[in-house]
């Protein structure tokens, strides 16, 4: 009974993380290896944990990693990255995640974390909660054996060496390192989380192979790397084996070309498939046929301001911005009200102010439009935001906007 869980969410306790956690695996419908589920288990951060009991049994969870975010801009924010969602089925649509959502994100208020983000198992379950989908992920289907890459100067002489993906994992850190401070989006390493990367399951391959992995080299430096799995197969014209591509990182034009060329030319492989991409990713430009790459855009992260003034002025702005937002926030009504963004490429303020209104939206716009993902233009023209200033929109707009696109190399 709904009653029995009055109570409401609290903090998970060490030694009720299987029986939480079990939780989490019934609603998702079961599976997972017993490696993932140690990896899971060393990277709970108990005290932001929530589990909600029903009677002795568990019946809600909720966690919140404590990340940190690149954001337009430079900056790298704290964010909560919310994760291992789920409700009993036999407790659902009775406000439980509700409930959870709601003692979340006052706790993330008050460890200070500006923003929340999260990839959503259905896009239809966090708009409600001011959850905007700030990101897209790019997937795609080469057919490698018809699609042709030409690379810039400087390919050749990057050499890219076999390596077994434990043995050079610090080098990719270290590549992947470097990258993070110059896309929004992404995630500097917290530790543990570099294992994620080399949890190689066999249940988990659908019949291709371990992972492998490649990195470019120049002058003995690690310039970049790729992990990747190959599946063979035989058609009756003959070989039809498909490349899968895992993870790709590159600090430099022809240290990414050589990697994707030594992907395109695999023998006895017909087919690259890549998948959670950066949608400005490199590859595109470099094919001689986009079409027969089939590409494909997803939803992936998700971003909640938790604190708007914070948020807002921790990112900087394309192009000198001064406007008077009025955000709607029935969720968090803290958030709720007139704020004053001024800013440019170099800093924003944002402060409360009674003066009048130029754009209204509401805190889920925000979130969707926060890392220059997604324009304000956009929105307006869906409805989901309200120019209350002629030229205010365009002026935020542009100002909203980021060089590169935002993206999340990998989910939570
Ligand atoms: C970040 C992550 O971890 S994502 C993973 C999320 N977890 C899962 O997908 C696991 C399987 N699903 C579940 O465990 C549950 O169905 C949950 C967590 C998605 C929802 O939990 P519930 O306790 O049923 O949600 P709750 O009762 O608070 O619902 C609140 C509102 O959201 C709506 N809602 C809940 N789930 C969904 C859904 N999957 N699709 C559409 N609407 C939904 C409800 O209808 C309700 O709407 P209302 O306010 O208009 O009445």
Redesign the pocket.
Known sequence: MATECAAGPRVLRRDEWDTWFDNLVR??GGGGSPEERELDRSLTEFDRSLGVWDAGVCV?TAGAFSFRMTVPGGASVPTAG??????APT?????????MMRRQLEDVRSWGEPLAA?????P??YG?FGYGAATSQLDAEIDTARVALSVPDGTDSVRVRWAAPADVLEACEAVYARLVPGRPGMLARQPGWERVALIDPESEREGASALQCVVAERDGEVTGFARYRTKLGWGESGHDGTVRLEDLAALDPASEAALWRFLFGIDLMTTLTVSDRPVDDAWQYLVSDIRRCRPRLRDALYVRLVDVGAALAARTYLVPVDVVVEVADDFCPWNAGRWRLSGDAKGASCERTRDAADLALSVRELGAAYLGGVPLTALAAAGRVRELRAGALAEASVAFGSAVAPWLPHGF
């Open positions: 609603a998702f809600g919310v994760t291992m969602v789920s409700v407790h659902r649509r009775r406000g439980v995640l509700t409930s999260l990839t959503a198992s259905e239809a379950i409600r």
